[in-house]
């Protein structure tokens, strides 16, 4: 008789389950849920319903989705890849400050800037009033752009989103060789096509990765859509749901959406192919940057300042005029009490986001295996999915774990559990972990790499076990990268308006809702105190960031 094939012991390592692979794989089964639940409810009859968005409303959603990404994505790559070519590779007046000013606008939320400028340029706006009275005209002897449309909704999160595309661009303009540059200046390219033949091409990544980032965000949006009149697939779904009362149709319409989102994603994967962009060089020295002298550095201050003033002047100045015309920046206990509901669920999140994803990068450090780091990455990928998708995600199935729960006690013992999942904070916080937790793993995942494995390898022959490894030699290491991760996921969430707007639990508003309400009601004054509160906090990470400007370059004496 034949001996049995014995597996080799590097595949039984590999087939081995231990505490940190099946921590990682519970995260990333729970993680994944809303969006299989979305997914899943395409199968799902909804009736006439169905038919009916189908034949109406659906194709405007298509068509105005599309073209709202067209336009953001071209917005944002033109101001962002421009200014930051401009801030790399020459010198100018006010350059420094420009490097990390063009920053700012990634403070203000896309709603509030949505809001400012509705009602700055509305026909009853200061703007349109100041010239008729300028110039005596009255309704209907002159042309003026309309705000609320689709080309003013592009504009308006163009200002705001930009800066995904700047941050990255500018950090691959200052990573690429200086010996490229230098040999692309010898063979007689000039600087308009040393930008396109050279310096794009190579930070091509970067740029497609931000301006991916910015449409994410632009999927994501409710408030500023709504408050422009544009009706992409987010409005769509909140309309349905809450509007005709059909939660299985606005998850077929959320379903529909993830389906454009992973298009998305996968039309940048083909579009890559086999090429590939790289360095041939590995000598780094100072980037030349090329001196601009009159008309071309004017022109050059006025590309820079206008999306700042645009993106951040415009709608900070706006709302400190509200709020000085209004007196709307009394701190009374509304408020307040709005303020701490924001800053809770913020806090929570911001936790449970850094300690989950220590887990999963501490858990794919101990067992790189393909499985173990697939699981990881899938945990972190919720980022890509709009929060109004997840919201439907969470609140079918936690709806019906509250009714059989509910019945269950009705029967057994007589009482009524009410909503212990989907009405209470709950539901909103997993929301904003499966959002949010690819910000927080991220930033463990890189500080986790910076630290050699020789460090593992101390405490084992110590006599440390891995959770203890973790606990006194990683997290010490680890603190500064997870305390920013906890400051971004904690205004990433007092940000969010969508998720928020659908799970949060009965009369428990935040900042985000408050404002939305007081601007879906005309009250655009009323707005000042909690858009200026978020813009607020929204600044604390943009300085994190812009801290972070220029260090990244190779050689680079910190």
């Known amino acids: 008789m034949t001996d049995l094939v014995q597996p080799s012991p590097r595949l039984l390592r590999r087939l081995r389950l231990d505490g940190w692979t099946l921590a990682t794989a519970a995260i990333a089964a729970v993680i994944a849920i809303p969006v299989l639940v979305v997914l899943s409810y395409i199968f799902v009859p909804t009736g006439d319903i169905w038919r009916h968005l189908a034949s109406t409303v659906l194709p405007r959603y298509l068509a105005t989705t599309f073209w709202m990404m067209v336009g953001v994505g071209l917005g944002t790559l033109i101001v962002g890849a ?40 509305d026909y009853a706006g200061p703007v349109q009033s100041g010239l008729r009275a300028l110039f005596g005209w009255r309704h209907g002897d002159y042309w003026f752009p309309e705000i609320r449309s689709l080309g003013g909704g592009i504009a308006v999160m163009t200002f705001v989103l930009y800066p995904y595309v700047y941050l990255l661009a500018r950090a691959a303009f200052t990573e690429q060789s200086v010996c490229v540059l230098e040999a692309s200046r010898t ?37 500023a859509v709504q408050h422009l009149a544009v009706d992409t697939f987010t409005a769509g779904i909140f309309r349905t749901w809450f509007g005709m009362g059909q939660p299985a149709a606005a998850a077929q319409l959320a379903a529909v ?123 972190s990928t919720g980022y890509a999915v709009p929060g109004a998708v997840i919201a439907v995600g969470v609140m079918l199935p936690f709806a019906a774990i509250d009714r059989t729960i509910d019945a269950w006690a009705k029967a057994t013992f007589g009482v009524s559990t009410g909503l212990i999942l989907s009405g209470t904070i709950v539901a909103v916080t997993y929301a904003y972990l499966v959002r949010f937790l690819a910000i927080s793993f991220n930033a463990a995942e890189a500080s986790l790499a910076k630290v050699g494995r020789s460090m593992d390898d101390a ?31 904690f205004v990433d969430v007092i940000k969010e308006l969508p998720a928020t ?36 906090a929204g600044l604390g990470p943009v300085i994190l960031l812009a801290r972070q400007v220029g260090r990244s370059r190779p050689g680079h004496a910190l």
Request: proline content about 6%.
């Open 82 to 121: 421009g200014t930051a070519w401009l801030v790399t590779l020459h010198r100018f007046p006010g350059r420094d400050l420009f490097q990390w000013a063009l920053l700012l606008p990634m403070a203000v939320p896309s709603y509030v800037i949505a809001y400012t400028y509705g009602g700055m340029m």
């Open 459 to 489: 405490g084992r022959v110590l006599g440390r076990r891995p959770h203890e490894i973790l606990a006194s030699v990683h997290l010490p290491l680890l603190r500064p990268s997870l305390l920013a991760a906890a400051l971004l996921v």
């Open 257 to 379: 959406l993830l389906i454009f989102v992973l298009a998305l994603l996968l039309a940048e994967r083909w579009s890559r192919g086999d090429a590939r962009y790289h360095q041939t060089s590995i000598r780094y020295r100072a980037l030349p940057s090329l001196k601009l002298k009159g008309i071309k550095s004017a022109l050059t201050v006025i590309a820079c300042t206008l999306p700042i003033v645009l993106g951040f002047v415009v709608p900070l100045g706006v709302l400190i005029w509200w709020a000085i015309r209004s007196q709307a920046l009394g701190f009374d206990a509304r408020f307040l009490k709005l303020t701490f509901h924001s800053v809770t669920l913020g806090a929570i999140a911001a936790v449970l986001a850094v300690a989950l994803s220590l887990v999963l990068a501490y858990g794919a450090r101990l067992r790189p295996t393909p499985m173990v780091r697939t699981l990881a990455r899938l945990s």
């Open 187 to 223: 063979l007689g390219a000039g600087p308009w096509r040393r930008f396109f033949r050279v310096g794009l091409p190579l930070a091509r990544p970067a740029l497609v990765a931000g301006v991916a980032l910015a449409l994410m965000e632009t999927l994501n949006d409710l408030g």
């Open 501 to 536: 707007l659908i799970l949060r639990p009965f009369n428990f508003d935040t900042l985000a809702i408050y404002a939305y309400d007081l601007a879906r009601n005309e009250q655009l004054a009323e707005t000042a105190a909690p858009a200026l509160a978020i813009l607020a």
